[in-house]
């Protein structure tokens, strides 16, 4: 994948969504806006949002028993003749519940890339992930599709500070993230938890006293994880990336200590006279 590929993220998601009012996207849409069975959509497997509340099903059903599905439904062909649902699961379901037979829905040409991106931004966009599924999609896009946290904040308009922090909430025990998921815990109260030496202990204990988030933090401050005082903090994905490269491209590790504003250093790690003559040769060749 190219850099001006990963830089596009975000860039034309009305247009592909069906939401770009131009005089060209709205006859485009209208060629590509198709009716078809119920039955023949699939959801996408991939899709971020897992879970999906009961009330706001049920309420968005009884809408469109009366006034029928408006928006369409973003979709792409799959060889077996039906339709990977792109955009509007939710909608779907809630179709289903009210007894439409057939829906109204944008055709797209997509790769799985492309499927996860648009699904991921949508959701963002629309507030409609929860937090664990927000940092799951962030975590497949970089492993799968080598994005940076920088381009991924860059692409759908968050700090690479909300990315990084996000993330980090995969870091904590799945007791935990299974009371965030059922809405026991907020993600606020959850990321005051990363650096805890007992996060599981203070998690119940944040639930039976019905803390807020700023109580949590006090609580963390005063149990801090021993583990994370003695060990030197952890390296972002982009840092870690950087170091592979260069050690790739030089043949021996690389190791980078980033200090913000003052800048950092590069240290080269070498076993043998011959490759210390080789580094020494690549720098004076320069």
Do not use: C
């Amino acid at each position: 994948m190219t850099q001006v590929q990963k830089r596009r993220l975000g860039r034309g998601l009305a247009a592909l969504i069906g939401d770009d009012t131009t005089e060209e996207a709205v006859v485009q849409d209208i060629r590509s806006l198709r009716h078809v069975p119920i039955e023949l959509l699939r959801p996408n497997p991939n899709n971020p949002r897992k879970h999906f509340a009961e009330e706001e099903l049920e309420s968005l059903a009884k809408s469109l028993k009366d006034k029928g599905l408006l928006q369409p439904l973003v979709v792409r062909p799959r060889n077996d003749g039906s339709f990977e649902i792109v955009a509007g699961e939710r909608r779907w379901r809630a179709s289903q519940r009210a007894g439409l037979h057939e829906l109204p829905v944008l055709i797209r040409e997509l790769g799985d890339r492309e499927t996860l991106e648009i699904a991921l931004i949508e959701n963002v966009q629309r507030s409609d992930l929860n937090p664990l599924e927000e940092a799951r999609a962030y975590r497949q896009l970089i492993e799968q599709y080598d994005y940076t946290q920088l381009q991924l904040a860059e692409g759908i308009g968050k700090s690479r500070s909300h990315i990084a922090n996000t993330m980090r909430l995969l870091t904590l025990p799945e007791t935990i993230l299974r009371q965030i998921e059922e809405g026991s815990l907020t993600a606020g109260h959850a990321r005051s938890l990363i650096a805890t030496e007992s996060p599981e202990e203070l998690a119940d204990k944040i639930i039976a006293l019905k803390l807020s988030v700023r109580q949590t933090e006090d609580l963390a401050r005063k149990n801090p994880s021993t583990h994370a005082q003695a060990s030197k903090p952890e390296k972002d994905p982009d840092t870690r990336a950087l170091e592979k490269d260069l050690s790739q491209a030089l043949g021996l590790t690389v190791s980078l200590k980033h200090k913000g504003q003052t800048g950092g250093t590069v240290t080269i790690a070498y076993k043998t006279l011959d490759q210390l003559d080789e580094i020494s040769r690549r720098i004076s060749r320069g």
